[in-house]
Each structure stands twice: as C-alpha cells, then as structure tokens.
C-alpha cells in the first residue's frame, strides 16, 4: 500500500529526467501507477487535483502523452488546455521564460514536449509550478513509468531482469532506458551499430549508477551478444521527430537490428518468459505515409518491428500505451495533487 508521507516527498517537484529521482521513488511512482490503474478499474474515484489547471504545451506532435496528459488530468479532477507550436508565442515572439512566468501566475501544473531539454528546464525555473517532461530530444521520463509498470505488471517484480534495446542508441527512449534501467537496478542492454553507441558520458554515468543498484549496463553492436537471456526485448522508431532526413542513413544502418522472430529466437528465454515492448508510434507495416513512402524508396515493407512479432504473443505494446495515462496520473497526482491515501 502507499503510505502518503513517502508521496509528499514529491509534493512540488518537477519531473523532467530520471536522473533526478532515487530508485526509491521511481519505485514508488510504478507502484503508485499500479495503484491508480486499479482505482480507475474499479470505478473508484481519484479525484487528487481538483480544481487544478494544467496547461500541456506541444511543439511536436502526440497521440499517447497528448491522450494521458488530457484523460489522466480529466480523471483527477483538473482541466487540462492544449497549447500546440501554432496557438502560442513560445519561442516566436516570446521567449521561455517570460512564456513560464505567465503560465505559471495560471496554471498549477505544465506538460511540454518538445525539441530542448534546456526550455523544459527552462519553463520550470521560472514557473513557479511543476512541469512535467513529455518527452525531449534528450529524454522520455513519462515513458519510463509506463514502460516499467508493464514490466512489473508482467513479472510481478523487476529484480534481475535484463531488457534489450535494439536500434537508434543515442535517442530520447534510449538514453531514458539506459538510466532508469540502472537506477532501478534492471540489467540494460543498448544493442546498437557502433556510429549510434550513446553518448560516452551517459553510458559512465548509467554504469556509475549501476554500481550501486546492481544493474548490468551493456553497449553492442553484436545483435547475438547483446539479446542473450533478454526478458524483454525493446525498440523505437529509426527516425526519430525532427531528424526526418536521416531515413535512408538509418534504413542502412539499423536494419540488421530489427526486431523479428528470428531475434526473438537468439534470447534464449522466447519458451520461457519474453516480452516486447515498443513506445510507439510502430513502423510495422504499410499502414502509414511514411511506411508507404519508405516502401517505394527502400522497397522494405516494416522497419524496426516486424508485424508478425508486433501482432504476437509477445507484443505488449498496448498495455504499455494504456500505462501512460495511469502512469501519468501518477506523476500528477504525486507532484501537485492533495493526496490523502488511507494507510492499510
Ligand atoms: N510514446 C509516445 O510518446 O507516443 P506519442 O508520441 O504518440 O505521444
Ligand atoms: N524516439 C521517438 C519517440 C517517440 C515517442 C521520437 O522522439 O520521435
């Protein structure tokens, strides 16, 4: 059960990496995740931000977090308003931080994604009010709470696990995985061609961390080595939001990274327990403009997921989807919500 003085130590706090927050209370986030997830199942209302407004600010587009922020703030009370690039000043004609101080004198809470880990930063500074990081170049944090709720939903624990990364190594869900990962003591596995290695920095840093927690971090490019004994395989896009011309250097490069049946095979653990995660959106098909286009140009019909592994078994991408929203509500609730939680 959550005790509600663990939760007040996140009373007022932003959430804009995972660096910032101790295994402990990432911990408690899942779980809360978990907590909430239930409530929401059961009926039982949770309404910790009532009266609240939450401002959610997007210079890149979203359908999951826009999707989280807006329901999540919905179910607990609040009244979130979308913000997009083309309603606002921001960074046309007014700058970060003349944009936070005004929000902030209105809004009790601020969601951004967008290109700069420094406006994140930024906003929250000079708001006054928590911000909450929908994703940046530089990192996912939301994503993480999701992702590893999924794990732990799946495993009923996250001790021990290894989770293999394959593809794009220096992107924003990479870096995330590789921190969380060692912050909360799961084995991580960047499986990916040596020119994306992640930044030399991050990976001394995450192993710093790793030290301490247990934690197995492991860079490749060997695809065999580095899903061995994998519980959970992971990918993203090739291409991420704002590097749309790189597509035919990454269609090079990560192609031998997919993540198909025969990958799957080489863990080891497929007869056991093996699942497979994607933060979406999934290149799996042609169903997409891009995908077509990618079609006719590299005449290759999926990317990094093969449709036969995402519409398997193993493919627990939309439980991970659904997370976002409780997860979400969680970061909220913790961060600003009057949370009064009985004690069991
Ligand atoms: N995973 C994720 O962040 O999805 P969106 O880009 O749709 O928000
Ligand atoms: N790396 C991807 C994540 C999308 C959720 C991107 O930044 O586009």
């Known amino acids: 059960m959550i005790k509600p003085k663990k939760l007040s130590i996140f009373q007022g706090k932003s959430f804009l990496a995972e660096k910032d927050f101790t295994k402990e209370e990432l911990e408690y986030l899942i779980d809360f995740s978990i907590h909430l997830k239930d409530l929401k199942k059961r009926g039982i209302p949770h309404r910790y931000l009532e009266g609240k407004n939450i401002a959610l600010l997007f210079e890149k587009t979203s359908t999951r977090t826009r999707s989280a922020f807006t329901t999540a703030a919905i179910d607990l009370g609040a009244h979130p308003e979308f913000l997009g690039s ?103 596995h960047i499986c990916t061609p040596k020119s994306l290695f992640p930044d030399k920095k991050l990976i001394e840093e995450a192993q710093t961390i790793a030290e301490k927690t247990g934690s197995h971090v492991f860079v490749t490019d060997d695809t065999a080595q580095g899903v061995k004994h994998s519980n959970v395989i992971y990918t993203d896009v090739w291409v991420s939001m704002g590097e749309e011309k790189k597509f035919a250097e990454r269609v090079e490069l990560l192609q031998p990274y997919q993540v198909n049946m025969e990958l799957l095979r080489k863990t080891g653990t497929l007869a056991e327990d093996l699942i497979v995660l994607h933060c979406l959106p999934a290149f799996h098909d042609k169903n997409t403009i891009y995908g077509q286009n990618i079609y006719k140009e590299f005449g290759i019909s999926e990317m990094e997921i093969t449709d036969e592994v995402f519409r398997s078994k193993y493919g627990h991408q939309f439980e991970e989807a659904e997370n976002r929203m409780h997860s979400i509500k969680a970061v909220m609730a913790a961060t600003l919500g009057n949370l009064f939680i009985p004690k069991a």
């Open 86 to 188: 083309s309603d606002i000043q921001l960074g046309k004609k007014e700058s970060v931080e003349d944009t936070a101080k005004v929000l902030g004198s209105m809004f009790d809470g601020i969601e951004f994604r967008g290109f700069s880990q420094e406006n994140v930063e930024a906003l929250a500074r000079y708001s006054g009010v928590p911000v909450w990081n929908g994703l940046t170049d530089e990192w996912h944090p939301t994503q993480m709470i999701a992702d590893f709720m999924t794990i732990k939903e799946n495993f009923g624990h996250l001790d021990g696990l290894t989770l293999t990364y394959m593809g794009d190594g220096r992107n924003n869900v990479a870096n995330s995985l590789l921190m969380t990962g060692a912050i909360l003591g799961v084995n991580i």
